[in-house]
């Protein structure tokens, strides 16, 4: 697997086997400064943009982008998926990001990434758009969603940020208008990818869920408490919210790359 994620199960695998606890997971992870946590957001924003990945975190990308975009045993293609972490700062953006440009370079229709966090939005501020108009503003109003859209690499990765009035806007996410949204999404592009704020916080990550064909859970290797995730699958279950597999990000190996290679 990948240092960077691995993919951990596919839908209808429990997630709640095992004791309570941290997932294991080789090394810990040192709590940063202030300085070092600020080299980390950049460094963050940075592995946001569109750039070459390299060939491990690519390889493990297109597994996931294949088995829940491009491979569903059921035969339904996922269309409109939802990413979300359980806790805060779980790296959902970067695994968002990742898997919407190598989906743009596997499927000759549209991408579209919708930053639907708008209590901490990485996505918008990762590929910058040249209006600040976004998914708020189209909750608002009824104009056509392709109007808050932005092409942001090559002609068939898109972008709608959060948009203006993002405070304001958090109770419209559970609404039947942002239902209605999602289904303008859907006839405007092929595939939709949303960043959702974390789900052990926010609610707004299962209204979402609900009105998608399903959710990537984004696990933190060393962060992410097993019960804590558990409860999170139940909740998601209980909402009718289809869990199309789950990610552990930011897995540390202490096998050398040379000898990882050939494992």
Not at 31 to 40: E, H, M, T
Not at 156 to 178: F, K, P, R
Request: proline share 5%; charged share 20%; with cysteine.
């Amino acid at each position: 697997m990948s240092r960077n994620f691995e993919l951990l199960q596919q839908a209808g695998v429990d997630l709640s086997g095992g004791p309570a606890g941290r997932i294991e997971v080789p090394f810990g992870v040192t709590s940063p400064g202030k300085r070092i946590a600020k080299a980390r957001d950049r460094a963050h924003l940075a592995s946001l943009r569109p750039a070459d990945l390299g060939r491990a975190t690519r390889e493990e990308t297109l597994r996931l982008v294949q088995s829940v975009f491009l491979l569903r045993e059921t035969g339904e293609q996922g269309r409109v998926v939802v990413f979300a972490s359980v806790n805060p700062r779980g790296g959902c953006s970067r695994v968002c990001a990742q898997a919407a440009q190598v989906l743009a370079e596997s499927v000759p229709g549209s991408v579209c990434m919708v930053d639907a966090n708008f209590r901490g939005p990485s996505l918008s501020r990762a590929f910058p758009v040249a209006t600040h108009y976004g998914l708020a503003d189209a909750l608002r109003t009824s104009e056509p969603i392709r109007d808050y859209a932005r092409v942001v690499r090559g002609q068939n990765l898109w972008l709608i940020s959060c948009g203006s009035g993002t405070q304001q806007t958090l109770g419209l996410l559970h609404s039947d208008h942002a239902k209605q949204r999602m289904n303008d999404l859907r006839k405007e592009f092929n595939y939709i990818l949303i960043d959702a704020p974390p789900l052990n916080s926010y609610s707004e990550g299962v209204a979402l869920g609900q009105f998608s064909d399903g959710l990537v859970l984004v696990l933190e290797a060393n962060s992410t408490r097993r019960d804590a995730s558990c409860r999170i699958a139940e909740r998601l279950r209980a909402m009718q919210v289809n869990i199309l597999g789950a990610v552990l990000n930011k897995r540390t190996f202490p096998i050398p790359d040379v000898l990882y290679r050939c494992l």
